[in-house]
Structure formats: C-alpha cells, structure tokens
C-alpha cells in the first residue's frame, strides 16, 4: 500500500515538473521567456516548447492585427484656417517583441496611450497643409499614406508595425456645422427658386406658342370651310338655276313651300297678313298642279 502511494506521489510530482517545464505557443502568440527577469529569449514558431522550472517564467504577446481607433474628436485646421473633425484609425501588429516589452512592459493598452497622441500629431500636420476640398476628397488618400510614412519611423521606437492607416468620418466643428448648414440650405433655395423660374418662364413660352399655333389652326380651318361653303352654294345656286330655269312656275311654287316652311316653323307663332297678299298665292292655287316640266330633249 505504501508502495503505490509513493508511486502516486511521485508521478504526481513529475507531472508538476512537467507542467512547469512545458508549454504550448500557438501560432497566434510571441512566447517571451524570462529568466530572472531578464528576458532570455523570444519564441516565434508554434509548438511545444520548454523552460527550466522555478528560474524561468514565459509571457505570451498576441502577434496578430490590432486595431487602435481615435479615442476622441479634435478640430484640426486645414490651410484656409477652417476648422475640422477626423475620425481615425489605425492598424498595427508587434514587430519586435524585445523593443516592444521594455518601452510599453506586456500590456497592449499601454502602448494605445502612447500611441494616440502620436497619430493626432501627425493627422495634424498633414492636414494644415491641405485645404478642405483636398482633404475630403482630391487628397484623402495621399493624406492617409503621408500619415503612414510619418508612423512608420515612430512606430518602431515602441516595437511596432502600422500596417494601414484610414480616415472613417471628416467633419466640419460643431461650432461652424450650423453656420454651414445654413449657407447650403439658402444655396439650394436659390437654385430651386432659379429653376421655378425658369420653369415659370418655359412654361409661358410653350403656352403663348401653343395658343398662337391655335389661333394659327382655327384661322386656316375656318378659311378653308369658308371656301369649302361658298363652293357648295355655288354650285348649289347654280343647280337651282339650272333646275328652275327650266320651269320657273315650279321654282315660284316652291320658294313659295320654303317661305311657308320658315314662317309656320313654331306653333306659338302669331302671323298677321292680308289673305288677299301675294303670300298666300301658292296656298290659293293648291288645289290646281302645277303644269309639268318640259321634258329634256
């Protein structure tokens, strides 16, 4: 029985000198071995390392992509002394884990508030050297890698590498937003009322044309029915002549049936006439026909 516990025990003791001499560097990580507080050595390879217990210790640095973003708005003046908010931030990964430990110990965030300042900086100066049309546009992108290029020298005195620099927001400070604002709300008022009028003054014009080229139709149509008509009485006058010329008796007979037809057209109508007149002829004479038409030779 004693034996066995002793051979627990000392399995359970390798296993802790194994724990403590052995670990795992993932490929994600520096792995930084100490030795007596001096750093010894920097791992870069994943696998499965050893130390020497109790003397050495190790730390683990994330090697991958960090991303610092702008802890806070500062207005930056550009060229024409207008005032601007940016936005920034910044992509970055330790370089040299040695460096890296003795300017900022093994905490990332110490390096970020030493960092930020460093960055506004040289936002700052990039974009006093611009006006506000280059830096929202014609030259955003060169502002960006001018900031890189100055980061790159400064990024190495902490152990590290500032893979990519981005502006995400330019804007102008709030104490002139509302100033410019308005200056764009009356612009655009007087475009919008350039283009009323404008559209007031072609809509005038397509109108007077339209009504001038309305007049211009009725004119002609009249014209022409106005020749149209006076071509049919003509020609109707000159059958009537024709056909009553070759009997004036019927033709009298029947201007006389028109006559009577105009006058007896409405019931209500009141005539006073002499029986005797010459009105009345065709009426007196009815009961005898009128003599026939010569015939057509």
Same mark, same amino acid.
């Given at each position: ?142 502002? =960006?890698?001018?900031? +890189? $290029? &100055?980061? !790159?020298? %400064? @990024?190495?005195?902490? *152990?590290?590498?500032?893979? #990519? ?18 200056? =764009?709300?009356?612009? +655009? $008022? &007087?475009? !919008?009322? %350039? @283009?009323?009028?404008? *559209?007031?003054?072609?809509? #005038? ?23 149209? $008509? ?68």
């Amino acid at each position: 029985m004693n034996r066995i516990a002793a051979i627990v025990a000392g399995a359970l003791v390798i296993l802790m000198l194994l724990s403590s001499m052995l670990f795992v560097v993932d490929q994600r990580q520096f792995a930084v071995i100490y030795t007596l507080g001096e750093i010894k050595e920097v791992i870069t390879e994943p696998g499965l390392k050893g130390k020497l217990p109790l003397v050495q210790n190790v730390v683990l640095l994330d090697r991958r992509v960090q991303t610092l973003d702008s802890p806070e708005s500062r207005p930056v003046f550009t060229a024409e002394k207008k005032s601007l908010v940016i936005d920034w931030l910044i992509k970055w990964r330790i370089a040299e884990p040695r460096q890296f430990i003795r300017n900022n110990g093994v905490d990332i965030r110490n390096v970020e508030n030493r960092l930020s300042p460093v960055v506004q900086a040289a936002f700052n100066e990039e974009v006093t050297k611009r006006t506000v049309i280059a830096v929202l546009a014609t030259e955003r992108e060169k502002v =960006m890698n001018d900031v +890189r $290029k &100055r980061l !790159a020298d %400064e @990024a190495k005195q902490f *152990g590290i590498e500032v893979v #990519d620099v981005r502006i995400k927001r330019v804007d102008f400070a709030s104490n002139i937003t509302d100033a410019v604002y308005r200056r =764009m709300e009356s612009e +655009r $008022k &007087r475009v !919008a009322n %350039e @283009a009323r009028s404008t *559209g007031a003054a072609e809509g #005038d014009k397509i109108r007077a044309d339209a009504d001038r080229q309305r007049e211009i139709i009725v004119s002609e149509a009249y014209r022409d029915a106005q020749k149209i $008509k006076g071509e049919g009485d003509a020609k109707a006058s000159a059958l009537y002549a024709e056909a009553f010329g070759r009997d004036p008796q019927f033709a009298q007979f029947y201007r006389s049936l028109e006559a009577y037809r105009a006058s007896f057209r409405s019931k209500s109508d009141v005539m006073v006439v002499d029986p005797s007149s010459d009105f009345f002829k065709a009426m007196r004479g009815a009961g005898s026909a009128p003599s026939a038409a010569p015939a057509h030779k």
